[in-house]
């Protein structure tokens, strides 16, 4: 009897296990087909100064306009982007399209328009990341000079030598380099000193409840005056009421990001956002 109880869960449990795996590699096999066909798009999400009265740039956010499901939000494939190996591959496809789309709104802009843009983890330790950017800012390809990176602050805690030199050398190349989700991972003030930075993003779980929490407030508030006392810039994300954009203007806060002022949209849509010079 126990050992048919035995057999029988392990029964269950390959058939789910099947399950799980054919549905991975059906879409592992989908966004392989997505990269070379073209199907990934990138939204743009504008990011204020503490007015909360000028574009200062924007933040490239990843969609998989899927033949069938139509468009897709990141959360969905990118960790299984990152499970596969193919995350480099679409994050330099982001970085690159990213570049090509400030280029064109500086061109256009009567005052500089920065592009933020996301690199993960894998992407970070990868071996071949950093000679491909070099490479493609020695062609003239890659213009570093109004480029972002994100990262967040987990990913360059688990490996801070490696990514320490990664960033260092990214920002010798002109990139700045901002920690993302900022107050969600455990990082020590000692760490996050020795990471070569420019920008701080405090996490929009912090800036949500900012309002009605005292302690989030104080969160963010500490944030804010410990950024700027190493030096860094600070941007909120998740800004979605008045009170959030009075609040962090009265807190010193730089860059305002949310539904707020303005969710991720097509480039049609975000050139709107755009001064014309
Ligand atoms: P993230 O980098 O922290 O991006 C901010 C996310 O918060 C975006 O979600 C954005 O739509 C959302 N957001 C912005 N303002 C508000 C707001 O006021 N309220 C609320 N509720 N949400 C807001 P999205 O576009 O779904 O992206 C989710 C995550 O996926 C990103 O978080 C980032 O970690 C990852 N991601 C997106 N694009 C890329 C990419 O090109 N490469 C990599 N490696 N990761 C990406
Ligand atoms: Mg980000
Ligand atoms: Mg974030
Ligand atoms: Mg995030």
Redesign the pocket.
């Known amino acids: 009897n126990g050992d048919e109880q035995n057999h029988q869960s392990y029964c269950f449990y390959t058939a789910d296990m099947n399950a799980r795996v054919i549905q991975e590699i059906a879409l592992e096999q989908d966004l392989r087909r997505a990269l070379a066909e073209d199907q990934f798009t990138?939204?743009y999400?504008p990011q204020l100064d503490a007015a909360g009265e000028e574009t200062v740039g924007f933040?490239?956010?990843?969609?998989w306009n899927h033949p069938e499901h139509g468009i897709m939000?990141?959360?969905t494939f990118?960790p299984v982007?990152e499970s596969t190996g193919l995350?480099t591959q679409?994050?330099c496809w982001?970085l690159e399209t990213a570049e090509r789309q400030c280029r064109a709104w500086n061109a256009r802009s009567d005052r500089p328009v920065r592009m933020a843009?996301?690199?993960?983890a894998e992407?970070l330790t990868d071996p071949g990341l950093l000679p491909y950017i070099e490479q493609a800012v020695r062609d003239d390809n890659l213009h570093p000079v109004h480029i972002e990176l994100?990262i967040?602050e987990t990913v360059a805690m688990h490996d801070l030598q490696a990514s320490q030199s990664v960033l260092q050398a990214l920002r010798a190349l002109g990139f700045s380099i901002a920690i993302?989700?900022f107050g969600t991972g455990n990082s020590s003030l000692m760490r996050l000193r020795q990471l070569p930075v420019d920008k701080l993003?405090i996490?929009?779980s912090f800036v949500?409840n900012m309002h009605t929490s005292e302690q989030d407030a104080s969160i963010v508030r500490s944030c804010i005056h410990l950024a700027h006392e190493l030096g860094l810039s600070v941007v909120a994300?998740?800004?979605?009421e008045a009170i959030h954009v009075e609040m962090l203007r009265e807190m010193g806060c730089d860059i305002l990001?949310?539904?707020?002022f303005g969710?991720?949209l097509p480039v049609s849509d975000a050139e709107a956002f755009i001064h014309p010079a």
């Open positions: 990138l939204y999400q933040e490239a956010l990843l969609r939000s990141p959360a990118i982007l995350i679409a994050d982001v843009v996301n690199l993960s992407q994100e967040t993302d989700d993003k996490d929009s949500f994300e998740g800004v979605e990001q949310g539904f707020y969710r991720p």
